[in-house]
């Protein structure tokens, strides 16, 4: 499955060499590793491009409360974190993602210094954006921009984790803020990660207050950039859509999040197709969504979308796929590197073994239906990033998959005592 520009399936060799795809096709020369993927689908890795790693060990905090209950019970848990619980989280999340197929995710969180150790650790390929908000609504010792520029600065050139500047989103970000954060992105040579119109009340309380809508009062400021990836747009007018893809902003969609909280309304995706806007595909955090499985985001980002329009042509198999890996990629502002298995491109590689129940029968003409509505998440059999393997036959290949998931359920336990 190369998702190169032909959207070509083959039945092919790859051949890896260092951290990068040499070569993709009848392979002749000799390689010191052999791996047998017959009966298997070799796939560029998956690209989650809007998640909170570290929130692993909040999975089922807050379910089936409403949108208000949600928020209250998650930021009382979030204030009582400290390094400890927000590590192991993060190596929960990164496993689980290695487990289910991506290589790749986009993060906005604060401590990402915290983080950014385990992401090396685990082997994943990590975006790391530091939270950024105004002062009077942060938990963080000092100024947020100030902490972002320290993480940006100490991580700029690091080969698996790429720093970002992540402004949390109108609701605690005054226009300052905003400035600030473009300044630093832009000093950093990195882009901005933000929330944005995630909610209908999020939308009107700041138009109540600005006069504006978000979309429209951040492209007056001269906010929106090329480059920057806006989680979930659900609350978008076609005009606000036009915005967001003249300044180049990439779109990170949120289906499941979005559906769990019941916040209301669907991200219109066939408008920002039709309007040039580069849509992507998130998680969001696994106390909104409970799995970083993105092998179910992209089943639900086509099945939702098609039952709203009443029309199954909506969101195909094939633009699912390409929103979870070449167009996440651009996103990313990593095309040359990331999204397909091509010659040249990093090595970040997934194998799906297809002799099981739920893969069967798979062929060249249906492989991408059935990667995409068959959620073959419980299939992938070996997971490589940067030419190394991160799961192989199944098995966590970088670290102790059993110390992670005991550190995980005591740390977990520990902060949901302190929060009570």
């Keep these: 499955m190369t998702q190169n520009a032909r959207r070509e399936v083959l039945r092919a060799d790859v051949l890896v060499n260092g951290t990068r795809v040499e070569q993709v096709g009848n392979v002749d020369a000799d390689a010191d590793v052999v791996i047998d993927a017959s009966g298997c689908v070799v796939m560029p890795g998956l690209i989650n491009c809007h998640a909170h790693v570290a929130m692993a060990v909040m999975r089922s905090v807050a379910d089936d409360v409403r949108l208000e209950g949600f928020l209250e019970r998650t930021f009382a848990i979030d204030s009582k974190r400290g390094p400890d619980d927000i590590a192991a989280g993060a190596a929960l999340g990164c496993l689980e993602m290695a487990r289910t197929g991506t290589t790749t995710f986009l993060d906005l969180y604060y401590s990402q210094d915290v983080i950014a150790k385990v992401v090396e650790q685990v082997g994943l390929r990590g975006y790391l954006g530091w939270a950024v908000l105004d002062q ?212 970040d590689i997934v194998i799906v073994d297809c002799d099981t129940p739920g893969m069967t029968p798979t062929t060249a003409e249906n492989a991408v239906a059935n990667l995409v509505y068959a959620s073959p998440s419980r299939s992938v059999r070996d997971t490589m990033v940067n030419g190394r393997f991160v799961l192989r036959d199944g098995k966590c290949a970088t670290v102790d998959e059993a110390k992670v998931l005991e550190v995980a359920r005591a740390q977990a336990a520990a902060l949901l005592s302190r929060s009570k």
């Design 136 to 347: 009077e609504f942060t938990t963080q010792k000092g100024d947020p921009v100030k902490n972002c520029e320290r993480f940006v600065m100490a991580h700029k050139g690091r080969e698996l984790v790429k720093p970002v500047v992540a402004p949390q989103g109108v609701y605690v970000c005054s226009d300052e803020t905003f400035r600030r954060a473009k300044e630093l992105a832009v000093r950093s040579a990195t882009f901005c990660h933000y929330h944005l119109s995630e909610t209908r009340y999020e939308v009107y309380e700041f138009q109540r207050k600005a006069g504006k809508r978000p979309v429209e009062h951040l492209a007056e400021t001269g906010f929106l950039s090329k480059g920057d990836v806006a989680a979930h747009g659900v609350w978008v007018t076609v005009n606000e859509i036009r915005a967001l893809a003249k300044a180049g902003v990439s779109v990170a969609h949120c289906p499941t999040s979005n559906m769990k909280l019941a916040s209301g309304g669907f991200a219109p995706l066939p408008e920002m197709f039709s309007n040039g806007v580069n849509v992507c595909l998130g998680t969001d955090g696994a106390s909104s969504n409970n799995s970083l499985d993105m092998f179910l985001e992209m089943k639900f980002a086509s099945l939702m979308h098609k039952a709203h329009r009443w029309d199954a042509t909506v969101v195909p198999a094939q633009k699912a796929l390409d929103m979870a890996t070449v167009d996440a990629a651009a996103a990313l502002g990593a095309a040359k590197d990331l999204g397909s298995v091509e010659p040249g491109k990093k090595a």
